[in-house]
């Protein structure tokens, strides 16, 4: 044990002094494929060797081939944050290891997931009353919740969604056989109501906050369609979900009472560490009838419905724990703060891409990502990209709208200052020079 307390010692002040000095690593990792493989042996040790071997090669092997998510100016896909709290609360959750597939093998943490979830619940201006569990991801929590679907309209043939709807449904629909329809978007890269063809449909998908652009598809027009058609409405608010933890922003969110499920990715904009996904439903019998399979060996004599039976995983981590934290530890006031002063920033971003001669703002921003294009070919935006990611300064990523190749700036890192944005924004008109 005197190890156990003066390597977490080291560990703990290991994470400590990674926090502080992120913002001067590269942001993305500056290394060929096989690089870091090449540095590592082939073959297991046979002597036990001690943890402080671990975190030396940690720093020295490990850590040249890290993409750095907690680095204020990573700005590429859905940028997150693990937060000290979320980092910590993770560290005691390994510690105490429960394996929540029964109640009574986790009573605390089964119970500590329900509420967190109602926390959250009234945190975003959710309806009360629904069923709330926690997946690791968006991906496995839309999979449930279309598993759902299916079992309740077992002769349906399709899940129906906009083309710009996460890849993760396109999964989901074929692992449970289903085939996708998509509906086409307006000009602001929301799903067409007007196109919308719910003919032997399972489920329909309605996203608020999509990966390219943070376009807001509108979801009481898809409810009102999908409820007189007798259609599951999921919501994939995996990204944008967070925001609404501020009223001004819960525009976005209207209709969402009447989804059947709705997912929240807490790893996302909820300073939650990888991973972490809420998953809602107003019908969480139906969530039950479609998961729940219990063997004889995990019969018990307590009438307390498990976790488990809401979706495909068995055994469970304690994830609420750190959910728990965050939520504890920030507060609705300071989660609020975050999300504004993401918006604000994103706004500066996009005020300075507009204000430039030579380019171009690409899609309207809901939240906090900014589409945008220098003037020129496809080909030398790409090179653009590339060449601004390899000064290590800042990472961004990109996305294709109307068929051209437009670059994304998304702010999400706890740790962004306008100085990092600026910076960011510095770096790429350099690199268009
Ligand atoms: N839905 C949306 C809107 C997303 O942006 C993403 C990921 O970026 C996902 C779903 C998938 O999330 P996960 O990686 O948790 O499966």
């Known amino acids: 044990m005197s190890d156990f307390r003066a390597d ?7 994470a400590a002094d990674y926090l502080e000095r992120v913002r001067e690593l590269p942001v993305l990792a500056q290394v060929e494929r096989g690089d870091i493989r090449a540095r590592l042996p082939t073959s297991p040790p046979d002597r036990p060797e001690p943890f402080s071997a671990v975190l030396r090669d940690l720093d020295e092997v490990l850590l040249p081939g890290m993409t750095h998510w907690q680095h204020p100016r990573f700005f590429a896909y859905i940028a997150n944050t693990g937060s000290p709290p979320g980092i910590l609360a993770e560290l005691l959750a390994a510690t105490l290891n429960s394996v929540g597939f029964l109640w009574r093998t ?9 509420v967190t979830l109602d926390w959250l619940a009234q945190l975003l201006g959710l309806p009360s009353g629904w069923h709330g569990h926690i997946e690791d991801t968006a991906s496995t929590s839309t999979l449930a919740a279309l598993a759902a679907a299916r079992h309740v309209r077992p002769d349906a043939r399709f899940v129906v969604c906009s083309e710009h709807t996460h890849s993760s449904i396109d999964k989901a629909a074929a692992l449970l056989g289903l085939e996708l329809r998509k509906t086409p978007a307006d ?3 929301r799903l067409r109501v ?5 003919t032997e449909a399972a489920a329909v998908v309605a996203t608020v906050g999509t990966t390219s652009t943070g376009s807001v598809d509108p ?5 009102e369609r999908a409820c007189a058609e007798g259609v599951w409405l999921h919501v994939d608010a995996a990204y944008a979900g967070a925001a609404m933890v501020c009223p001004e922003l819960r525009w976005a969110f209207e209709g969402v009472e009447h989804a059947d499920s709705l997912v929240v990715n807490a790893h996302k904009w909820l300073l939650t560490p990888m991973d972490c996904s809420c998953l809602w439903s107003r019908r969480g019998d139906d969530l039950r009838a479609t998961h729940s399979l219990v063997p004889e060996y995990l019969r018990t004599p307590e009438d307390a419905a498990s976790l488990a039976d809401y979706g495909p995983a068995l055994g469970r981590r304690f994830r609420s724990l750190k959910l728990w934290a965050v939520l504890r530890c920030y507060g609705r006031d300071g989660l609020q703060a975050m999300i504004r002063e993401h918006l604000r920033l994103a706004e500066l971003f996009e005020g300075w891409v507009r204000d430039e001669p030579g380019w171009t703002l690409e899609a309207p ?4 990502i900014v589409c945008f294009r220098r003037e020129g070919s496809d080909d030398e935006n790409e090179a653009l990209l590339a060449r601004a990611n390899a000064t290590g300064e800042l990472f961004i990523s990109h996305t294709k709208l109307n068929g051209r190749y437009v670059l994304r700036l998304a702010i999400g890192n706890a740790g962004t200052t306008e100085d990092d ?3 960011a924004w510095e770096v790429l008109r350099e690199c268009a020079r």
């Open 8 to 14: 977490g010692h080291a560990a703990v002040d290991w």
């Open 106 to 114: 986790a009573p605390a943490s089964t119970e500590l997931e329900a």
């Open 187 to 189: 000009d602001s890269f």
């Open 194 to 198: 007007d196109e919308l063809d719910l």
């Open 219 to 223: 979801v009481a027009a898809i409810a």
């Open 365 to 368: 921003r809901p939240f906090s």
């Open 421 to 423: 944005v600026r910076r």
